[in-house]
């Protein structure tokens, strides 16, 4: 099957016909997704700027980590629920628009990037709190988490803005491509009949 | 002032600028509201048990206020794009009016709140009128274009 046919029947699925074509659902859903994007991001950004030193210095990078990392698990679960419901019940707009698709692949970007810091910075929040200076990785970490999660909502909102190719309109053709003499006609040159 | 050949204006003539400036109010907004939420997730008792609310407003104050300045430009902008549409949208109507009590609720009695590290009752209506204030903004902001 097609990635058109597939998401076709991804979206044609009950409940999520009903998000698409609901009233209010579907913009609750978005607006949940978004006020996710608000507190938890906003959460994530300033995790960021505690890494890099810009801010909260006189808070330790672990009480920083520590104290947001529930919320912002919280938060990371319920932006992606309601990221998928958004996604699926609109597969069909969706599967083909290059903003989506960048958009997810930052999210499994996302993965790396925890996969990778998490055992490094974020689970090691004693060592870099001992260090005279914070740790190239840790300031690693906070840059590309910044680059990705801004990437990630910049996609989010562009992609209402792509708008899929139209087959082109057949050529209209001009009076000179039209032959308005019929079979056995003289052609003679055009005149008014007053 | 407001009636004006609205395809002079960037953000309706070019192709990028729009998008563009939403970016900016969203991660502006996010700045903003995810600082708040940090001061308020200490006086609703959530987390950030480690310090003080009086500790986290101070230390936020500055990255609050420099999202305020560029959600509140970025939100300018975008209304210039098309004023008497959004001023005829009762949802964008809705949002200013709780965006103004938002900041004026912030920097008065959730500021003396949390400044002064009053515990318990207190801190948990502050602390939760604050995240219902600011979520409101941002649902009514969507519902804009729902309208």
């Known amino acids: 099957m097609s990635a058109a046919e597939i998401s076709h029947a991804i979206q044609s699925i009950g409940f999520l016909t009903y ?144 708008e899929p190719p139209r087959p082109k309109a057949p050529a209209i053709p001009t009076t000179a491509a039209i032959d308005i003499h019929a079979p056995g006609m003289a052609r003679l040159p055009v005149t008014w009949i007053k | 002032m407001l009636i004006y050949d609205l395809n002079a204006n960037p953000l309706n003539s070019n192709e990028w600028a729009f998008p563009l400036t939403e970016c900016f109010h969203i991660t502006s907004f996010a700045l903003s509201i995810g600082t708040i939420a940090l001061v308020d997730l200490r006086l609703l008792g959530l987390g950030m048990r480690h310090q003080t609310a009086g500790q986290i407003v101070k230390d936020t104050s500055l990255w609050t206020l420099a999202g305020f300045i560029i959600v509140i430009f970025s939100g300018l902008l975008i209304f210039s794009s098309d004023p008497i549409h959004y001023l005829y949208n009762q949802a964008f109507r809705f949002k200013v009016t709780a965006l103004t009590l938002g900041i004026i609720y912030n920097y008065t009695i959730h500021r003396k709140v949390a400044l002064s590290n009053s515990s318990g009752g207190t801190g948990v209506l502050v602390g939760g009128i604050s995240v219902l204030l600011w979520i409101s903004v941002v649902f009514s902001g969507l519902w804009i274009a729902f309208i």
């Open chain 1, 19 to 162: 998000i698409r074509e609901s009233g209010y659902t579907y913009p609750v859903i978005m607006a949940t997704h978004l006020t996710c994007i608000a507190i938890f991001g906003g959460l994530i950004l300033t995790t960021d700027l505690r890494l890099l030193g810009l801010a909260f210095t006189d808070i330790s990078v672990t009480d920083f980590v520590r104290g947001t990392r529930l919320w912002k698990r919280i938060g990371f679960c319920i932006m992606v629920t309601m990221g998928l419901l958004l996604g699926t019940s609109e597969m069909d707009k969706y599967y083909a628009n290059p903003y989506f698709l960048m958009k997810m692949s930052l999210i499994v970007l996302v993965g790396v990037h925890a996969w990778y810091f998490r055992p490094r910075v974020y689970n090691n929040t004693a060592a870099i709190d001992r260090a005279p200076q914070i740790p190239g990785v840790a300031k690693a970490a906070a840059v590309t988490s910044l680059v990705l999660w801004i990437g990630i909502a910049s996609c989010g909102r562009w992609i209402a803005y792509w």
